[in-house]
């Protein structure tokens, strides 16, 4: 089992940058795939991005390609989510989630492990 805290959120103007981190406790840690999921008041979680446990694959959903990078240390047990360019529609609360899958899904539903959010504000 694996513990997931994020850290990094904040409020920035619309361009600006930010990057979340995800710290995860727990031995197996380079085992799993790591997302990012985001969820807006109103609306379901949906997801960002997500890491193949060596980080050689990764996958963005497509209105954050160009802008964002995930990337992961597996010596620090850490997952990055570098957000640049971002938009007033990024507003969200952002989530880490864990996998123990054996390719790199984007359904929520393949993510049973999780944090507890950051809250990520883009002002216009």
């Known amino acids: 089992q694996v513990q997931l805290v994020e850290s990094g959120g904040g409020l920035v103007q619309a361009g600006g940058s930010l990057r979340l981190s995800c710290a995860a406790s727990g031995r197996t840690f380079s085992s799993y795939v790591m997302g990012w999921f985001r969820q807006a008041p109103g609306n379901e979680r949906e997801f960002v991005a997500s890491i193949s446990w060596s980080g050689s694959s990764t996958t963005y959903v497509d209105s954050v390609k160009g802008r964002f990078t995930i990337s992961r240390d597996n010596a620090k047990k850490l997952v990055y989510l570098q957000m640049n360019i971002l938009k007033p529609e990024d507003t969200a609360v952002y989530y880490c989630?864990?996998?123990?899958?054996?390719?790199?899904?984007?359904?929520?539903?393949?993510?049973?492990?999780w944090g507890q959010g950051t809250q990520v504000t883009v002002s216009s």
């Open positions: 989630a864990a996998s123990d899958s054996n390719v790199v899904p984007s359904s929520r539903f393949a993510y049973p492990y």
